[in-house]
């Protein structure tokens, strides 16, 4: 123990002895943890649209004032033919063309129907998705305002109507930065434990440092725990920094209990740390550890469930991302967080995180070599 304690000591003052890894730890975080949520947003607004009115009747106009007041569209153009408006497409100055005919009135009055053409640039799958998804249902409203003027009032009455009455739990209001700022913290904590502590001991290679150490009589198990430890406390007082900052910038306090969330939050580290510390131990240089590190945020980033949804991937790659420790501490933040979960319900992300956890840092232990 006493040895560790020394080790302790030495690690410590080596942090804090560099000041731009300091400010890279701590304010870093905090900049990215204010900035991205307001830039990451999952709702489309402001969609491009060109219209084509051959009409230019009350409905038409009508039709086009529901469209670019229901707040998801803006028109970017009002054209006479279709070939002009979808010059607008071509020249990504318009997302979608709406081509409303000719006699559009006079064939909902007389015929009780009429079609309307929309055409939706698919460049960007979620955007064109999205996009035509909301004008279709927006149309949809304004003929069914339309039925309703027309309907005879004993008709309206003796039909049989559906009503809908829905309610959200966890997140009443459905605010996206609920969602979405537990999981960034997550992202921020990986990069800089992963990282961080790759760089620790490949830092000692190339000082030469590392050579001091190795002749000394430290056990593998207790060097590896020295360099682990300092990077948890770091790490937990950059997630309580983070949890302050969603709470004074976006209003988030979490449901659950915080003993929780830093129980989850030291089995977290113990896995993304022993990541790091296995990293360190196959590169030779900081260019290494940083390359590797990068490697695998990138596909944890991607495929841990921070932006879409684990339910809709592929069977394989479901099984894939049930060895992340970082898929299984978002979900655990957001079941806390949103839910105020207990250890009953996050039980299984607990024990596949330190399971996952025993096996970096073991795979740690046994590929680092004492040689002089």
């Known amino acids: 123990m006493r040895i560790l304690f020394f080790l302790l000591e030495k690690e410590f003052k080596q942090v804090f002895r560099n000041r731009g890894v300091i400010r890279m730890i ?3 975080p905090v900049i990215q943890l204010i900035l991205m949520p307001l830039a990451a947003d999952y709702s489309v607004k402001n969609i491009s649209l060109a219209v084509v009115d051959n009409d230019h009747s009350g409905y038409s106009q009508k039709l086009v004032e529901k469209i670019t007041s229901s707040g998801h569209f803006k028109l970017s153009g009002y054209n006479t033919n279709y070939a002009d408006a979808l010059k607008f497409v071509e020249h990504d100055k318009a997302d979608l063309v709406l081509q409303i005919p000719e006699g559009f009135e006079r064939n909902l009055v007389r015929e009780n129907r009429q079609k309307v053409f929309i055409a939706i640039n698919a460049i960007e799958g979620t955007k064109a998705n999205l996009g035509g998804a909301y004008l279709s249902s927006i149309i949809g409203s304004f003929n069914t305002e339309i039925r309703l003027k027309w309907m005879q009032p004993q008709r309206f009455i003796q039909a049989p109507t559906i009503t809908v009455s829905s309610s959200n739990w ?3 209001f459905m605010d996206f930065h609920l969602f979405i700022v537990p999981g960034i913290l997550v992202t921020l904590l990986t990069a800089l434990g992963s990282m961080q502590a790759a760089f620790n001991i490949v830092a ?3 000082q030469g440092t590392i050579e001091q150490i190795n002749v000394t009589p430290i056990k593998k198990h207790i060097f590896i725990l020295g360099k682990l430890i300092p990077f948890v406390v770091l790490s937990t007082a950059v997630f309580s ?3 302050v900052v969603a709470w004074a910038f976006y209003g988030i306090v979490p449901v659950g209990n915080l003993a929780v969330l830093y129980t989850s939050l030291i089995v977290y580290l113990f896995a993304m740390l022993g990541l790091g510390l296995l990293l360190s131990t196959y590169s030779e240089t900081q260019q290494q550890a ?3 590190s990068f490697f695998f945020i990138n596909i944890f980033n991607m495929m841990s469930g921070l932006f879409t949804s684990v339910d809709s991937m592929p069977a394989w790659a479901k099984m894939v991302i049930q060895t992340f420790p970082v898929s299984h501490f978002i979900r655990i933040m957001r079941m ?3 839910k105020g979960s207990g250890f009953s319900d996050i039980g299984g992300h607990l024990l596949a995180m330190f399971l996952i956890g ?11 070599r004492k040689t002089t």
Request: aromatic share 14%.
């Open 26 to 28: 701590f304010i870093a």
């Open 170 to 172: 966890y997140n009443t």
């Open 204 to 206: 000692e290679k190339e």
């Open 241 to 243: 920094i983070g949890l």
């Open 290 to 292: 940083m390359s590797l």
């Open 336 to 338: 806390v967080v949103l």
């Open 358 to 368: 025993l096996v970096l840092n073991t795979w740690a232990v046994l590929n680092y």
